[in-house]
């Protein structure tokens, strides 16, 4: 039924056809977008890593998703995720991964697979092997754990407790005639919930528990627990577990429950690299615990990495259906239908988090950078910076988080109706994201852990400390806030010095206010972060994480071997995200006098100019991240522009159609059409 | 594994044991809860109708929705629902809804079900015969329709248009020697897509198409065509139709696709209140098509209710679970637990939206009323007011469902973990609810289509003529920005005059400066609506919009027959409903000069002023509601309080646990256990 004028038109998946507004928008980069890919993988190595996993995917079916796979329960998701991993370890040899490190292997599997079966047990089981265990527990386990001859879960959070790790109920038991532990699930709220892959995959638990010596508590520790049985995959004895149902999103991961009865293991099952137990039941801690932190930095910049590759592939979709989806013909003196992208609106909506994902990404290689750079210095014995990376990653932890789910909700709602249906990618990227608000540290806590630290480093520096790192530009809070904006139209914006200031200025007004506050009145400490000013507190912790990001990505571009072209744009984004984080609020700049009546529409008016260079270039910023048509998987996203045919196609072969009708629908339905009801 | 003090405090279903701080929270109303429901309700009548279908669920197993639903694929869901209304029908006389009207028991039906497969025929089929067909119609097809003798879906969005409809390519074209018009889907673009109900179940659907007569297109009119064979549910000549596949949310429902292949229906099946085509080929427009609005009125309106019966069904569970879930010991000089929503951030999270819930209650039963007498009027011939209503309904559809699906979302968010799990019932409302972010009219356009009446308004207002209704406040548009906030203290904010001064003031701004923008530059209007100042547009429909909410609610409450002590809470919740909105925007307070340093501050303050007095009374206003546990569906947020039991025992039950462990688990993971991959 097509006319000959929509063969030129539409986007065809099937005659590997390009619309032609997509070609039109490449072909108006006017910068490297292979430079800014190579960029964003950080070297050519990973770069490769990821093609092959591409390549991969379009040469052995195994690999690719099909459209049918948002019909299926989760019995076949899961299914869907062991084939590949199967595969894909089968087939290292012919794509060209054998060699890299399991770390890389893990990266190119993301970009293949999607979710996969064993990503808890390295990124967390693994993990803490490595960071927890003592070198002879090492020897002993952490090979097996990297070949998956025991697949493990980190089993920490209860039923009861959550983000209150000091409230876990499991307890660990000495039993010095036996010298072994007992494991032990005392009440209903201590039933370990929510670990991934525990659920029916893991033969191993790292189980925290109350360490328990002579009806002493000493606090939460880690132990090995072996729960299933390697040869039938059975439960051992004294282990209750299953999986937790349905969920959001994720639902190829078998998230679980565990209870254990009196379940013994030997005392040097207990991960002793920073504190053991010694065989007369002696309790010691040993090594410096900040080190222990490192490991759960890896998670913290795995979240950051995470951000942007969600939100990119959010955008990819957006964008480029943006570009090829048209209504109404309002444009002034024209007879075609606009672009919706090109609508005010849509701009506004996206291109702000356009500038959110290329700041995460920058913040990603400082953070893995200095991270990398740590872990060399502790080795040295040095904990220099320690501190910093953990207080700057708790905001980015939750301020990121929050940003990207609203972000991709955003992307989806951007494409209409057809953000609704599965098949467009986007649901599940909002749904299998939003675990992130929630996991790895309730967002809220993580928020005040960030205002804790500005608030001690604002009484070091009221007591005449000078401070350093992040935290520097508060040695002159109260200086700022006496600057005024000296902007007198929109273009006086368009500036870096101008933009970080202003977010100077309002985080150093929002932290000395409520620090302020804080030292007022004889209301207990704990008081006053609950219930009195928590709210601002959680708002000067993200003005300070806005702050730093800005800075880091203004830093990162002008550090980048770039090409000024490619510059040029990130610099633009670099713009936006600030006067875009003031836009939303910049009530502290009016409170503190810094904004006058007009500054908030000037910034508006700016965002405008800015938003003119930008929308040019989305296309081919957006695809610099290199998202494969397989990955995303979407009928209105995909490389071609293809926004209708594949849409059709999908909803043809859908589930619901391959039947006449539904089952049961004689008897239910059938007596109303009949008027027997 | 329960320790006897345990069992004092949890709630649980299973023993029908009452968690103390839910029976604490409930015993502390002071106010009379059941005369709030009552007011909810809005009549004794539907309270009881409610009631019914309560009991309903409770007797009759066939209405419960069970865990297992999460787990079901689609086919298994819609069975249910079919399932459901055929035993509805056919107990209607035992449960007591015989003799209600069929609304009332759509309604009943709404309490006692969930999605059922009729609603879209009521609610849109019916309805649009009950408008736009002609009287002879009317007396053929309505009382048919209504038994659902035919079950009919409204085709009206295609692939290629959804927002503009006059951009529809489907044909109609008149064939005078047959009398007959020719239904033809000319294109991809052209294919219905999106319409619920016509996937599976449709028989009849109404088709919008372009009328051709003589090759004239006269716009598009509606069509009712049979598209299946009511004998055998086959899809009858010429008529291609499915299902469009999974969704976000929403999947018991079957959203269709259809494709026409030059089917003919008879002449008189044009829908002919409003125009009519001849026998000769003469099409006429008749009667007034402003009337034609109330059809869209009474979605409109639905829209508005189901914002506050969504928000308050999730507002209910995170309400129940916050004060149940308990997380950190630092409340200063105690050893328990901190309830989670004794956390600020959680009354700041919780508090707006509870206050947004019942101003969307109160603006419902307000242009219910004034629609109600709407209709009378137009029967007598009279128009008045047909304008006002219409306007002020973009907005609200705009903005109210966006603010609902933020809200539902932060009711999940509020949940930690569990608002994660299928089981807690709070992802199923955020995903089944976004549709109507979507659905019924791009809220962007809405909301712009509420900012043409403001600028059309300003404009009458320039020219000298006095605005009534809604946008009356604008008369004083320029005066208004002169003024200046008058508080000192927080306290200085509790006035229902100064609030609504705020709104008022905020609004003026915004409106008076956008349109001072439009008017200047010699751009098209088209360029300037679309692409220069879109956004501030949508920003002042938003505002004004804010602040007839707030005006509806402070009325509402004045004039109803609630007491004192129950009209206080009310009263405190609207004021906080404006506050909230004044606290996330005040920029334009700010740069009109209205605001000045330290107002943000002093607003921030009266909030948590507010938050104290409404935190002792939230569980009894939400569940004044009256949701039943059978309908929240909810293992954190039933009325019991039991957030453990309840849980486990849904993940225990759960489908993966049926197996021991996955098909093809010996395939393809335990070559990784033993080492042989």
């Known amino acids: 039924m097509s006319s000959g004028e929509e063969i030129l038109k539409t986007g065809s998946i099937r005659h590997k056809r390009v619309h032609h507004s997509l070609l039109r928008e490449r072909s108006q980069a006017d910068f490297d977008p292979y430079e800014l890919k190579l960029f964003i993988f950080d070297s050519e190595d990973m770069l490769k890593a990821k093609e092959s996993a591409d390549k991969a995917i379009e040469i052995h079916d195994v690999f690719r998703t099909p459209s049918e796979w948002h019909s299926w329960d989760r019995e076949e998701k899961v299914r869907d995720a062991m084939r590949k991993i199967y595969h894909f370890h089968k087939k290292q040899k012919d794509i060209g991964f054998q060699g890299l490190t399991y770390k890389r ?66 307890t660990a038991t000495f039993d010095r005639s036996t010298d072994e532990f007992v494991i032990h699930t005392p009440s209903l709220s201590a039933y370990k919930f929510w670990p991934g892959e525990l659920g029916k995959f893991a033969t191993h638990a790292i189980v925290f528990a109350k360490l328990i010596i002579d009806g002493t508590d000493h606090g939460v520790q880690s132990f090995l627990v072996e729960i299933r049985d390697k040869r039938n995959h059975c439960l051992l004895p004294g282990v209750i577990a299953g999986d937790i149902g349905p969920k959001y999103g994720f639902n190829m ?42 490991a759960m930095q890896t998670i913290r910049i795995l979240i950051v990495r995470m951000a942007f590759k969600n939100l990119s592939k959010g955008l990819t979709i957006a964008i480029r259906y943006g570009i090829v989806r048209t209504q109404f013909k309002d444009k002034a003196g024209s007879d075609e239908e606009r672009a919706i992208i090109d609508y005010q609106t849509h701009q506004f909506k996206l291109i702000p988090i356009l500038s959110q994902c290329y700041a995460f990404l920058f913040v990603y290689q400082k953070v893995s950078k200095d991270f990398s750079d740590l872990k060399k210095r502790i080795k040295a014995g040095d904990l220099t910076g320690i501190n910093d990376l953990h207080t700057i990653s708790s905001g980015m932890k939750a301020f990121y988080t929050w940003m990207t789910l609203e972000g991709l909700e955003t992307c989806r709602q951007s494409c209409g109706g057809a953000g609704y249906s599965m098949f467009s990618g986007l649901p599940g990227l909002v749904q299998d994201y939003a675990a992130q608000v929630t996991y790895e540290g309730d967002n809220t806590v ?50 870096l010095e101008t933009l970080e200031e202003m977010l100077v200025v309002k985080t150093c007004f929002m932290v000395g206010d409520t620090c302020m506050k804080m030292m007022q009145g004889d209301e207990p400490m704990q008081t006053k972060w609950n219930e009195m000013y928590q709210q601002e507190l959680v708002e000067m912790s993200k003005a300070h994480t806005m702050l730093v990001t800005f800075q880091i990505f203004r830093d990162g571009i002008k550090s980048s071997w770039l090409q000024e072209s490619t510059k040029k744009h990130l610099c633009n984004l670099c713009k936006v995200f600030a006067a875009h984080q003031i836009y939303l609020d910049s009530a502290p700049l009016f409170e503190c006098g810094y904004f006058s009546g007009g500054h908030q529409k000037m910034l508006l008016e700016y965002m405008k100019m800015q938003f003119k260079l930008i929308r040019p270039v989305m296309l081919p910023l957006i695809e610099s991240f290199g998202h494969n048509d397989n990955i995303l998987n979407s009928c209105i996203g995909n490389s071609y522009g293809d926004i209708l045919e594949n849409q059709l196609e999908s909803a043809v072969n859908s589930d619901l159609n391959r039947k006449d009708m539904f089952p049961d629908f004689e008897k239910y339905m059938k007596p109303f059409y009949n008027a027997k009801i």
């Open 105 to 170: 292997m893990m990266v190119a599997c993301e970009e293949s697979m999607g979710q996969v079966p064993v990503d808890l047990h390295y990124y967390m089981f693994v993990t803490c092997i490595k960071y927890l265990a003592s070198d002879e527990q090492k020897a002993l386990w952490l090979s097996d754990a990297k070949k998956l001859k025991m697949h493990g879960c980190y089993a920490q959070t209860e039923m009861g407790h959550g983000s209150n790790i000091a409230g876990l109920e499991t």
């Open 446 to 495: 993580m928020a005040q852990q960030g205002a804790r630290f500005l608030v001690k480093s604002l009484g070091k520096m009221m007591k005449g400390e000078t401070l350093t790192g992040w935290v520097s530009y508060l040695n002159k809070v109260y200086e700022v806030t006496e600057y005024k904006c000296k902007a007198e139209k929109p273009e006086d914006f368009d500036s």
């Open 253 to 294: 991961k078998d998230n679980g429950y565990m209870a254990l009865n009196h379940v013994r293991i030997p005392r040097t099952q207990m991960l002793s690299r920073y504190s053991e137990v010694s065989e007369e039941g002696v309790f010691t801690k040993k090594g410096n615990l900040k080190i222990l932190y490192t």
